[in-house]
């Protein structure tokens, strides 16, 4: 699977830290997302962009900040986090037709833990 | 509110049995429901999703699911489980209201066993 490519897989990092992590669809969607996945709780929709454009912004701490250069990357900088911000962090991509009909495909993840 | 129940955590079955995934939602007007698998150390893949129409979906890898409108129920199946289906489903629904940007509510995840 291809189609959607995060960087780091894994990311080990301290407090006072500043890391990013990396996305990359080769889907020629028009959406990309940002979830966060703990274990045994539903997905956690954090960001949106749409056509590059943040649309959603789900009440996530200032310590995330997303970045969309161009429809086919996405970043997610990392600074000063927290232990319980340690989790799988999922990025997606879309075609977004306005009809609600279009699935997402996701990368593999980025596993996150902060010390 | 909108909202998607997955009523087990774990599901465990026999390999050759027939599986099922247990989904439930809620949702004003009408539902769009999907079927997502993530595999151990993966990301998620798409199954399968109903839209309109006939209330039997098929998807990938041989599964398939009821859409029931009666008892807002979307169960995933399969006629004989695989020990390669073992992982952890999750069911969403899209929000379509007019100021959820048509996001996805998602279930929690229900881990399929499925034991030799």
């Not at chain 2, 599901?11 to 429901?33: D, F, M, R």
């Not at chain 2, 998620?44 to 990938?60: A, C, P």
């Given at each position: 699977e291809t189609g959607v490519t995060q960087t780091p897989r894994h990311l080990v990092m301290g407090m006072t830290n500043k890391k990013s992590l990396k996305c990359e669809q080769?889907?020629?969607?028009?959406a990309m997302y940002w979830y966060k996945q703990s274990a045994k709780k539903p997905l956690e929709l954090m960001f949106v962009y749409n056509f590059k454009e943040?649309?959603?912004?789900?009440?996530?701490?200032?310590?995330f900040s997303p970045e969309c250069p161009n429809s086919s990357h996405l970043f997610l900088h990392l600074h000063?986090?927290?232990?319980?911000?340690?989790a799988l962090y999922l990025c997606a991509s879309s075609q977004v037709r306005?009809?609600?009909t279009g699935e997402l495909f996701f990368g593999e993840g980025s596993r996150l833990t902060v010390l | 509110a909108q909202s998607v129940a997955q009523p087990e955590d774990q599901v465990n079955v026999a390999e050759g049995n027939p599986l099922t995934v247990k989904c439930t939602y809620s949702v004003s007007g009408n539902p769009y429901l999907f079927w997502y698998v993530q595999y151990p150390n993966r990301g998620l893949q798409f199954l399968l999703k109903y839209i309109?129409?006939?209330?039997l979906v098929k998807g990938s890898y041989g599964f398939e699911a009821e859409f029931n409108k009666s008892q807002t129920s979307f169960h995933l199946k399969k006629p004989s489980a695989l020990v390669s289906d073992s992982a952890l489903y999750f069911c969403a629904v899209r929000?379509?209201?007019?100021?959820?940007?048509?996001q996805l509510i998602w279930g929690a995840g229900t881990k399929l066993i499925i034991k030799p």
């Amino acid at each position: 699977e291809t189609g959607v490519t995060q960087t780091p897989r894994h990311l080990v990092m301290g407090m006072t830290n500043k890391k990013s992590l990396k996305c990359e669809q080769h889907l020629g969607h028009n959406a990309m997302y940002w979830y966060k996945q703990s274990a045994k709780k539903p997905l956690e929709l954090m960001f949106v962009y749409n056509f590059k454009e943040q649309t959603e912004n789900n009440s996530v701490p200032s310590r995330f900040s997303p970045e969309c250069p161009n429809s086919s990357h996405l970043f997610l900088h990392l600074h000063t986090l927290q232990p319980e911000d340690s989790a799988l962090y999922l990025c997606a991509s879309s075609q977004v037709r306005g009809d609600g009909t279009g699935e997402l495909f996701f990368g593999e993840g980025s596993r996150l833990t902060v010390l | 509110a909108q909202s998607v129940a997955q009523p087990e955590d774990q599901v465990n079955v026999a390999e050759g049995n027939p599986l099922t995934v247990k989904c439930t939602y809620s949702v004003s007007g009408n539902p769009y429901l999907f079927w997502y698998v993530q595999y151990p150390n993966r990301g998620l893949q798409f199954l399968l999703k109903y839209i309109t129409g006939d209330n039997l979906v098929k998807g990938s890898y041989g599964f398939e699911a009821e859409f029931n409108k009666s008892q807002t129920s979307f169960h995933l199946k399969k006629p004989s489980a695989l020990v390669s289906d073992s992982a952890l489903y999750f069911c969403a629904v899209r929000d379509m209201s007019m100021d959820s940007n048509y996001q996805l509510i998602w279930g929690a995840g229900t881990k399929l066993i499925i034991k030799p």
